[in-house]
């Protein structure tokens, strides 16, 4: 990838965006816009539809005709399949404008986005396309008088809220398996990164996805997010977020339809670090990157440091000057490790963070400040607090932030058990060459992924997904399509 076509990109005007319902372009009912704010500047660099609660219901009504009509379910999965390809070809033959504009509308850098955003999104869409029509029911193991089908239907109108950090990644973890299976979907983005993913769908009809299977209504989370969440039309809510909006989303299906509600929500992951790790250098690099990367805007980050006392201060000091050597700024530059933070709300949380991290006896080794302030846009240094006890607010509460807070250990027990006394159980990681020790931290530590000797990577063979407060229902791999899917079962007597 060359700067110079980047640089070509990176003003180009974004005309504003409408809802797309039934395959058209659609404003608000009552006219409503938000401006969209480009944290690499503070400028409006857009505006997008301010969805209503008639909008909502709108997209949904559509969905759920073309859900009923079977214009998309009643298509042999071959060419459901045949379909999907298309439209993972043209993202990724567009890739470079999608990840140019998601970078201006949510401050990723670009380096991370062109991989983790367009061609995270183009190899899952294969995924799933590619797997539909190799997946079979079952013949139950009935007595010779009957015959037990288990057919796999799709569920009906599939309701997809997603955040902010990864919008074409993780949008493309709920969209691949749902329309894959024969669903249709309502999507809503989240207010401050809607624009790759209202692209994403245009490019979906191009590739043939017939109107109104896929539709898209921006807009705030407590106005068009609450009207998908009580729809008494939605069969399934997938989503990924924070754990406030999660709960609620359980209470808006208990208060309508009582719809299925998969949920992947926040994580404090522990990262840690045995004296006998493999490679203490590597795994120093890897500390850092795999906190600050995005801004440690990342639901999996490594979070928090757990180290083995006797490596303690020489571990930190390298983590600390791994963490100083990465360039913060423009987030459109290839050379830049750490983009913006999505916006002046989110900035002014991580330092609050760190105002109270200080507050509870942490000590701020490097960072702990906006910087690059001139810029208009929202910056922040990556930041270590030593000195974290399990119990402190850093230890327990999610910042998504780059604030990385570390806590000594002593024996492989009490890595443990601060490993696991937080709420979340999301990811984790362990470093050690003793690889009885490595499968007894696989099987210990509560979480849905746990990483050893590497931290991140984990690609669509795999599920990602919490325990406890970090969520349940995982995206990614064929197990994913068991959400989007239901049991049916046919006994027929011989
Ligand atoms: P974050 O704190 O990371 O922004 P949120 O959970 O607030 O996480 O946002 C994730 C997604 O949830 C966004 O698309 C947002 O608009 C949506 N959302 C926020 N509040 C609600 C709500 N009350 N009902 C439904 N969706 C919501």
Redesign the pocket.
């Given at each position: 990838m060359d700067q110079g076509k980047i640089d070509a990109l990176r003003g180009r005007p974004v005309n504003a965006f409408s809802h797309l319902i039934d395959g058209k372009s659609v404003p608000a009912s009552d006219g409503g816009t938000m401006d969209v704010l480009s944290p690499i500047d503070g400028q409006v660099l857009t505006q997008i539809a301010r969805g209503t609660a008639i909008d909502m219901e709108t997209a949904i009504a559509t969905a759920r005709t073309a859900f009923e009509d079977r214009r998309w379910a009643g298509q042999p999965p071959a060419a459901r399949k045949a379909v999907l390809l298309k439209w993972a070809d043209l993202i990724e033959a567009n890739a470079l404008e999608l990840a140019v504009l998601g970078v201006r509308d949510n401050g990723t850098e670009i380096g991370m986005a062109l991989k983790a955003e367009p061609g995270s999104a183009v190899g899952t869409i294969r995924f799933y396309a590619e797997a539909i029509d190799k997946v079979y029911g079952e013949i139950a193991p009935t007595s010779d008088d009957v015959l037990g089908l288990i057919h796999k239907e799709p569920v009906g109108v599939v309701g997809a809220?997603?955040?902010?950090?990864f919008p074409m990644m993780i949008g493309a973890w709920k969209l691949a398996p749902a329309l894959a299976s024969g669903n249709s979907v309502v999507l809503?983005?989240?207010?401050?990164a809607s624009l790759t993913l209202l692209r994403m769908a245009e490019l979906a009809l191009d590739a043939g996805l017939p109107p109104g299977v896929l539709n898209v209504v921006t807009?705030?989370?407590?106005v068009?997010?609450?009207a998908?969440?009580l729809s008494m039309n939605v069969d399934v809510l997938v989503?990924?977020?924070?754990?406030?909006?999660?709960r609620?989303?359980m209470e808006?299906s208990a208060r309508s339809n009582m719809k299925r509600v998969y949920l992947e929500l926040g994580g404090k992951s522990p990262n840690i670090v045995f004296a006998d790790a493999p490679d203490l250098a590597e795994a120093a690099k890897v500390a850092a990157s795999g906190m600050f990367r995005n801004a440690g805007q990342v639901c999996v980050a490594a979070s928090r440091l757990l180290v083995e006392a006797s490596i303690h201060d020489d571990f930190v000091a390298e983590v600390v000057k791994a963490a100083e050597a990465m360039r913060v700024g423009d987030p459109l530059r290839l050379d830049t490790q750490i983009g913006a933070v999505n916006s002046g709300a989110?900035l002014e949380q991580n330092l609050r963070f760190v105002e109270i991290a200080a507050q509870e006896g942490g000590q701020i080794v490097t960072g702990g400040a906006r910087i690059l302030q001139e810029t208009g846009g929202y910056f922040m240094a990556p930041t270590v607090v030593t000195g974290v006890t399990p119990e402190a607010k850093l230890a327990q509460q999610e910042v998504?932030g780059p604030v990385l807070g570390v806590t000594p250990f002593r024996t492989e027990d009490e890595a443990v058990r601060i490993a696991n006394s937080t709420a979340y159980g999301l990811a984790g990681a362990a470093w050690t060459a003793n690889l009885g020790r490595a499968h007894r931290m696989v099987r210990a530590v509560r979480t849905g992924v746990m990483h050893i000797n590497t931290y991140g990577g984990p690609d669509v063979t795999v599920p990602i997904g919490g325990v406890g407060q970090s969520g349940n229902g995982a995206d990614k791999s064929l197990h994913a399509l068991d959400k989007y899917v239901n049991l049916k079962t046919a006994w027929i007597k011989l």
């Open positions: 809220i997603v955040p902010w950090n809503k983005p989240a207010e401050t807009g705030e989370g407590a068009v997010g609450e998908l969440g989503f990924t977020g924070s754990g406030a909006t999660g609620r989303l808006y989110q998504f």
